[in-house]
């Protein structure tokens, strides 16, 4: 594993190379905004990157509560399965709004419960907890581009920074409140105990977002309409542009969550040395 | 006393009435939390001096805020006052069920934040002029329900940042993300209440989906939080 890292950083730097070159020259410049609409190959990579993340750590940290306990877990499972399947079903059968395909919502199904397994195939009980820590800074540092690139494409197009109100920019911002607030915790909380607070703070979050999405949707919506899917049309190139910077996030996002998840393991083994040579040495101290 | 343990079971019932007779003695957390949702009414109509038909646009969002933030003042104590003397040690290894415990502290916090409410309104109302121009009564169900989304994620809450450093600037900081679609729900329906231009039956709504789901998370995960060691 270690001997692939390198190789797996040069893909990376390679791809967002390659991806920065087709963003800035290769793809067609937009018709009405011009060059400002460029950003858009950052802003919307980033975003679906720190969701991803942020969906992730959802995973890890209800996997770090049920996996202690043959039985929760087990259940669980089931549970995932049943939700996975439950929704590739209603997304036939259930009529749904104007724009959004059927067969988008039946993947997103199938892709969650083929993300739970991974997770659970990939991580021990013991380190998943240290993937949701790497997961949620990481998503934190992606959210924040997103609220960056943002407002800097929103002054020229819309003339304003921030659309108070808006869905999308709101629930972003709440979502990422919600893991600054999470990392925070993290950070303060005395150590034995953070991994199961934050798994529960983690749980909280998940459940608030959709509430919160849905409570600022009553409100009028300014941000643009999805252009991926059947609601928009987007330049078949843009498109592929798009993709391409989309994946290369992605590597530069597992690449670093790779690199924070060897450093937060070989912590706690450090840790755990360190209090277990304490434990070796006091009596000797003691005589 | 026993119509209360019949409802509750005999621990919630217990712990509640303790609650609720310290209180009674002390009247700390409502003293305060009084004292300082008066002060927050006197700043905001001073910092915003509005006349009555931009009151009624801005005072529920000033209502509502004034009244989470004093709720701060309640939740902190809710868990502070069994640490000391090892009562929530000697909870924690007792084999009373944990969510009985939490039903009781967050009713306990129900009910102090709702005294608060009611001894709160008739000052805000007169110092901003309100009036209902939209049907009043639906004012009492926001508040219970908005009471109730504030409160039980403020239990919760409060137990997790008593295992922080620094516990009391903690749960500010995670209560107040979690609750931004409560709060924006307690607002609106207030203000759609008081200017009765909209109706506010979808807020209400939304604050039930919110009270529902936060208390079915809370009484599944409280026990994890009350043992995690």
Known sequence: MKRLFPIF?????????????????????????GDVQRIFYYHVSSAWTAFILFFINFVASIQYLVRKNDSSDRITNWIVIALGVITCIAAYVVHLPQGIEKSSIASTGISVIALYFLV???????NVDALAVTTAEVGVVFCTVVLITGPLWARPVWGIWWAVGDVRLTSTLVLWLIYVSYLLLRKFSNSGQTPKIAAAL???????????????WFFRTQHPQPVIGDGGEIDPRMLHVLLLNWLAFSCFAVMICWARYRLEIL?????????????????RSIR | MSLLSGLLGNIAAATLSKDVRLEWRS????????FFALLVVVIFSFSFDPNAEE???IAGGLIWVGFLFAAVVALNQTWARELRNQVLDAYRVSPAPANSLFLAKALGNFIFVCVLEALMAPLFILFYNLRALGPGWQLIPIALLGTWAIVVNGTFFAALSIRTRSREIMLPLLLFPISIPALLAMVEATTDVLSGEYSARFWIALLMAYDVVFTIASLFLFETVLHAE
Do not use: C, H, W
């Not at chain 1, 950083?9 to 905004?33: D, K, N, V, W």
């Open chain 1, 120 to 126: 659970r195939k990939l991580f021990s009980p013991d």
């Open chain 1, 202 to 216: 983690a749980i909280f979050g998940a459940l608030d977002v959709p509430l919160v999405y849905f409570s600022i």
């Open chain 1, 267 to 283: 912590k706690r083994e450090v840790e755990e040395t360190l209090a277990l040579e304490s434990l070796l040495e006091e009596p």
């Open chain 1, 9 to 33: 950083a040069f893909i990376t730097a390679a791809l967002l190379s390659f991806a920065l070159y087709e963003a800035l020259i290769g793809a067609p410049t937009e018709q009405t905004m």
């Open chain 2, 27 to 34: 009247k700390d957390a409502i003293n305060s939390m009084l």
């Open chain 2, 55 to 57: 009151s009624r646009r």
